[in-house]
């Protein structure tokens, strides 16, 4: 008789094996949310331990540390929040994958904040506060460190939220709440604020109103001509040129103030030489590039691409030479006020500070940016190459525009602004155009009112939570740095 065949001995091998793989897919799918958050934190603790290495044996190390932590935390709500503006645009025109976007926004970020970043910055944000009523050093030091708690935690709140907002104007109201509680309303230089508030109108109606103003030039100079093709010979180099020079005096005024102080009118003339040499090069390149090209939108689109992708780069850089100070202000004002004694209108930023807030704003935005990029880009209105392009164009010339006028403006609500000028008449400019056809189609092919207004090309949703988020900014962080104060001062 035959033996019985022996059974595989592997059957409960495979089935403990299974149920190892299947946990492993459990555990990767809990902790994959944890992950940016765990790298976050990580560098969190790695700035707290330079400032450690500096600071740990002076005097007040301990709240140098502290400052030095919620530093690089509000670094890296600023990279989260407000590089979105820069490179949402060229994401959302598919210029950009979103890999290569927060690549280069991230060396463009860091390269702007290490090389060009403000070597002094203002303790009391630009005159906010009166110097005179907070005298008192270690008041000084909680009202900064308030300042820069609330304004940390405004800026993220907005971030998870989905809303881009200032956050010079979160740190502005973080200053604003502490001077408050600790030396009363008249501490506050109202004048001051009042200018603030009116950037509120300012920024965004300004940045919405060029960009569709150039959007307006593209349409009826290249899109609706008979031969797009040599429209675009024409208009594009101009256009290339005209971002050119516009980036050159921005940079020249706000970019390289670190490396050589140049006035406004200097830097026209360095804008206006550079817009020309970009010309004489940019003329050639359309024309090789167009050639062969179908006479439709799409093939002119494509000329777009590259300049975008330049701009988008040109305005990280600028980004992170102007709003490092933001992160690391506060943090800057500490450790001056904790190794002196005393505190100066104006100190300067050691090296180890501005290399937090420049890794701080890499970190933010490779960890937490494609969020906001997404809503920027896409989730607003629906960008293409020139649409996007009008936005970069807008952000740079009214910075500009508003440095000459004095005014004080945030780039996240020119951008944004530019976002939903752009949508906004793209809405006026159909609507225009289907009353112009109303008399000529037959009464029932007219869309219903409801079908309209569904088929707005801005979404109203983002819009408002938008503008909410602009108005409560600084009330917000002004209450919450005023409550850290008060709670400091009781701890303390």
């Known amino acids: 008789m035959t033996e019985p065949t022996a059974r595989p001995q ?55 540390v502290a400052a030095a932590a919620f530093g690089a935390y509000m670094a890296i709500n600023i990279g989260a929040n407000d590089v979105a503006n820069n490179m949402g645009p060229a994401v959302g025109a598919g210029a950009l994958s979103m890999g290569a976007a927060i690549a280069i926004a991230a060396v463009a970020e860091t390269a702007g904040a290490l090389l060009a970043g403000g070597d002094v910055v203002s303790t009391i944000s630009k005159g906010i506060i009166d110097p005179h009523s907070v005298e008192d050093a270690q008041v000084f030091v909680w009202a900064m460190m308030a300042a820069l708690i609330s304004s940390a935690l405004w800026v993220n709140l907005a971030t998870w939220i989905g809303a881009p907002v200032s956050t010079t104007h979160s740190v502005v109201g973080g200053v604003m709440g502490a001077g408050v509680a600790a030396a009363g309303l008249s501490a506050v230089d109202w004048s001051t604020m009042s200018a603030i508030v009116a950037s509120w109108i300012i920024s965004p109606v300004l ?24 429209a675009a010979r024409k208009w594009v180099p101009i256009l290339v040129a005209i971002m050119a020079g516009t980036f050159a005096t921005y940079l020249a005024v706000k970019g390289v103030k670190k490396l050589v102080k140049i006035d406004l009118q200097m830097a ?17 390149w359309v024309r090789r590039k167009s050639e062969g ?52 209108a104006k100190v300067a930023i050691p090296s180890w500070v501005m290399v937090i807030g420049a890794f701080g704003l890499s970190f933010g935005l490779f960890l937490f940016g494609p969020k906001l990029i ?119």
């Open 10 to 64: 592997w059957g409960r091998l495979d089935a403990d094996l299974n149920r190892i793989s299947r946990i492993e897919v459990a555990a990767n799918y809990v902790t994959r949310p944890l992950v940016a958050p765990g790298i976050a934190l990580a560098f969190i603790v790695v700035a707290a331990l330079a400032a450690m290495v500096a600071f740990g044996h002076a005097p007040g190390g301990f709240v140098v």
């Open 207 to 230: 940045g919405g109103g060029i960009a569709a103003m150039f959007l307006a030039l593209i349409k009826h100079r290249i899109q609706y001509q008979p031969d797009k093709i040599a």
């Open 268 to 284: 026209l003339l360095i804008g206006l030489g550079t817009a020309l040499v970009i010309w004489a090069v940019t003329v050639p």
């Open 293 to 344: 090209m179908e006479n439709r939108t799409r093939s002119v689109k494509a000329l777009f691409g590259l300049p975008l992708v330049l701009s988008a780069a040109l305005l990280s850089f600028a980004h992170g030479a102007n709003d490092v100070a933001n992160a690391v202000g506060p943090l800057a004002a500490i450790v001056h006020v904790t190794s002196a004694g005393s505190f100066a």
């Open 374 to 492: 997404r809503m920027v880009g896409s989730q607003i209105t629906k960008l293409n190459p020139m649409r996007a392009y009008c936005v970069a164009l807008s952000a740079a010339i009214t910075v500009i525009v508003a440095s000459w006028l004095g005014l004080p403006v945030s780039s996240t609500h020119i951008a944004v602004g530019g976002v939903f000028g752009v949508g906004f008449y793209r809405e006026w400019h159909s609507e225009k155009r289907l009353r112009a056809l109303r008399d000529r189609r037959p009464a029932e092919l007219r869309l219903p009112q409801e079908e309209r207004r569904r088929r707005k090309l801005v979404r109203r949703s983002h819009f408002m939570t938008v503008v909410a988020a602009w108005i409560v900014t600084v009330p917000a962080a002004a209450l919450m740095s005023a409550l850290i104060f008060i709670l400091l001062n009781q701890i303390t």
